[in-house]
């Protein structure tokens, strides 16, 4: 019977979908495992065989866990805001639900086809208001609550209020904005606007003045990775940045909190690490300068207080209040050139991009040990929201400072004894100090760090400070607070109104608040987000209703916010939702919440590594501390897939004619090489009338050829459609099948790694599913049997070396999918199909447990064997099988036989020879008399289980 992967597939799909094989519920007796793929954008071109790589692999742990007897959970869904179905709606004038709609059918076909084990009636869409109304309700929760540092959690508002018109600010230890510092008589003094002014200090979703990547023509704040070399990364438009009061959240509260996580969950060390410096956890004090000749003074951040005598400059970032303050009339205009230089550079260029640039302020600070000015410079290698957003700078053990000493001829002085004022010296740790370049300048006390450790210098200059309220100890934090607004349309609305300037809530049970139609997608003429074309916006606060912005009074109707979330909003919690996807009381039921816990596997792509990550586990973190999740840690587990790179090829175009030579001719003409649609090329044979029918300016085209045919170049790229390099996976389950997709992707190499793309490949994975079918459908069998179709399946006893074969894949398979090597395992099946076919294996039980082991790799062909060799319900419930080692035990060994070290023939012993019998089987061997005669036997060698080695002369 003929492999027919088309009718197999399609009849396994549609059965799968009928019996809702994979729809699953809470089972307490049953252990859970939840697996989770990373939310998937359905973008207009559909997947590329590149997108199903993770996805797949998650699917065969997946089934290999339900085939353990785990209860799993497998859901899938989209992440359906974003900027893309914005702009396609600028320019096409069609609404974004409507492309987004047809996007995700399209993506659905594409993974049907593929044969994933979704549980699609737990599907979620974050532009579903029944599922944003979560969002909008969590976004409700951080706005009435704060992050109490004493219990490190978050607390209701509340709380804080009673606590302000009781004791004031006295006591309080919370994270905030700013210091602030009052009575509870000012408190009780205050009316209500300025009440809730103090109070989003102290919000963990509250309003501030940040620093943003503005983008004029796309009227929108843009993440950092939607900037690439300063333009937008949609569009190409100019980026430039911006101080803008934007809704924020407070992130960094809970960055002590992200940090020790980290040490609970099972993720690569490198991917912690990537998390732990964006963290970035440093221990140091804050010192206080004074402006000369000025009573403005201004705070910096060093963990290095001791190297406080080698400070030759001060560095302000170039968004610092400071910087106009600090500004004298002769470098004014030098500093506002500087400045708009910098408001075109993003925040992430100025990290990774360490070109030397800055300009002097004219100011000068007091160095308050020695008393001496110090100038003061601004650069954009200071960030604002680092620290304080100013430095002071020690060129002589620290890079960048040192770069910038050098580069501006500022002076360097070294502090370590013995210390080579180079690049080499930049990370002394060690080694005595020594302030004496400071000698002859009067310092503050007479304080001296010399002949002092390095730590001992640190602990002592802490101290000091602190004593002489020169400033204070702190644990600083690079992690930042996340902005949380978009001048854009299609995301979630803020459940927010605005009364007298301050933002107030909509009631919760008026939830969700749905976005409103408008007429263009564009911001208004005003400059206003595009929520500002909305004609009925606006919140009556006596209905609990959207109305018309006409009624808009400021009494008791009110305008609603018009930016609306970002990307992340919607992708920080869905795991939960999945949990309890239909419930309309609550983003997720307890008795859910406890039996999935949290996710067992997370798989997804090393781009998500920081933000995604970050934003996901604090607002989990968040949820956690109102009672709604019970673990505090998201992702138990977490895969990266590699990237799968696209095998691009070209052709040869010689040069001024509409003429092509094959690769092997090219260099006997002037030609240039373009990129060439790999879907019209097999075997890097260019299929030359799919080739002239492709685009209009090659329908002329003629071509020069080798042996008859057009043979393309190639090259490893990244897959995209600007390289013609994208391979549609239809195309390959068309013609191959989507288990031949499934195992050739896995079979590419480890699923961490990136590895290109080869469709000449191919081929050997569906050859070995014929051979792997041909094992329950062979020709050994009688003309009869073979015209009714029957399987060569018999209950004939199994041989050792079957019962060997199928043990030791049992094993490996086994152990390479808790290892994620899943090519190994496929290499594995080869060699065990290929060892049956020899020993002509027919015996049931082994074909039926061979089924069961392919059955998380290749499901439809699985299926259809499990049933052929009388399997019992479906494949997917089938027992994992377990090996037994005394199938696997060695009954011969086979030694490599060596004369001076060189190999020259092979032995085979029993398993349990001992070493006098090796050695004497292998001196009667005739072969060795050929090495031996004549010769003296100096020794013999016995390398247990590899070698004999006779040593003659």
Known sequence: MEYNFREIEKKWQRKWAEQKTYMVNEDNGRKKFYVLNMFPYPSGAGLHVGHPLGYIASDIYARYKRLQGCNVLNPMGYDAYGLPAEQYAIQTGQHPA???????????????????????????????????????????????????????????????????????????????????????????????????????????????????????????????????????????????????????????????????????????????????????????????????????????????????????????????????????????????????????????????????????????????????????????????????????????????????????????????????????????????????????????????????????????????????????????????????????????????????????????????????????????????????????????????????????????????????????????????????????????????????????????????????????????KFLFDCGVSCMEEPFKKLVNQGMIQGRSNFVYRIKDTNTFVSLGLKDQHDTTPLHVDVNIVSGDVLDVKAFKAWRPEYNDAEFILEDGKYVCGWAVEKMSKSMYNVVNPDMIVDKYGADTLRLYEMFLGPVEQSKPWDTNGIDGCHRFLKKFWGLFYGSNKTAAAEQDNCPCITNEQASPESLKSVHKLIKKVTQDIENFSYNTSISAFMICVNELQQQKCHNRTLLNTLAVLMAPFAPHIAEELWQTTGGEGSVCDAAWPAWDEKYLVESTVQLGVAFNGKRRFEMQFAADADNKAIESAVLADERSAKYTDGKQIVKVIIVPKRMVNIVIK
């Open 98 to 620: 409507v492309t987004t709609d047809a996007n995700i059918k399209r993506y659905r076909e594409q993974l049907d086809k593929i044969g994933f084990s979704f549980d699609w009636s737990r599907e979620i869409r974050t532009c579903d208001p029944q599922y944003y109304k979560w969002t909008q309700w969590a976004f409700m929760k951080m706005f009435d609550s704060y992050y109490c540092n004493d219990s490190h959690k978050a607390r209701p508002i509340s709380e804080l209020t009673e606590a302000f018109a009781a004791h004031g600010t006295e006591g309080l230890n919370a994270a905030c904005s700013e210091e602030m510092s009052f009575t509870a008589d000012e408190w009780n003094a205050m009316d209500e606007k300025q009440r809730q002014q103090v109070l989003m200090n102290y919000r963990i979703a509250y309003l501030g003045e940040t620093m943003v990547n503005w983008c004029p023509q796309l009227g929108t704040v843009l993440a950092n990775d939607e900037v690439v070399d300063g333009v937008s990364e949609r569009g190409g438009y100019p980026v430039v940045q911006k101080k803008m009061r934007q809704w924020c959240l407070r992130v960094s509260a809970y960055a002590q909190r992200l940090l020790d996580g980290l040490d609970t969950v099972d993720w690569t060390d490198s991917l912690k690490e990537t998390q732990r410096n964006w963290i970035g956890r440093s221990e140091g004090t804050e010192m206080t300068f004074r402006v000369a000749d000025s009573d403005i003074d201004f705070t910096i951040f060093t963990t290095r207080a001791d190297t406080i005598f080698g400070v030759t400059f001060m560095v302000l970032a170039p968004e610092s209040e400071l910087v106009d303050k600090l500004t004298t009339d002769a470098q004014r205009a030098a500093v506002d050139e500087y400045i708009a230089y910098v408001k075109k550079r993003t925040e992430r260029e100025r990290i990774s991009d360490h070109r030397v640039t800055g300009v002097f302020s004219g100011s000068y600070a007091v160095n308050p040990f020695t008393g001496e000015n110090i100038p003061v410079w601004i650069s954009e290698y200071v960030l604002a929201g680092y620290g304080t957003g100013a430095i002071m700078a020690v060129p002589a053990h620290d890079s960048r400072d040192y770069a910038f000493a050098r580069h501006f001829n500022l002076p360097i002085i070294p502090l370590i004894e013995g210390a080579d004022v180079s690049e080499q010296s930049f990370d002394a740790k060690e080694g005595t100090v020594m302030n004496s370049p400071c000698s002859g300048v009067e310092t503050l006390d007479g304080f001296s760090l010399n002949g002092l450790t390095v730590k001992e210098a640190i602990a002592k200059t802490k101290e000091f400070v602190t004593s002489h309220g020169m400033g204070r100890v702190k644990v600083n934090f690079r992690l930042r607070d996340a902005i949380f607004s978009r001048q854009r349309y299609w995301g979630e609305p803020f459940p927010v109104y605005y009364k007298d300037g301050m933002p107030y809530m909509i009631p919760e049970e008026c939830l969700p608040l749905e976005l409103p139609e408008v007429d263009k997608f564009l911001p208004t003429e005003t400059g206003e987000p595009p929520l500002g074309n909305a004609t009925r916006w606006a919140w009556d606060t006596v209905g609990k209703r959207v109305v018309e912005n006409s009624l808009i009074d400021n009494v008791t109707v009110f305008p609603l916010e018009l930016n609306t979330m970002p990307g992340f909003a919607g992708s920080s919690a869905y795991y939960l939702r999945y949990m309890d996807p239909r419930n309309d009381s609550a983003l997720v039921s307890s008795d859910a919440d406890n039996y999935w816990q949290n996710v067992d596997l997370y798989v997804g792509g090393t781009e998500h590594a920081t933000g995604h990550l970050i934003y996901s586990r604090f607002w989990n």
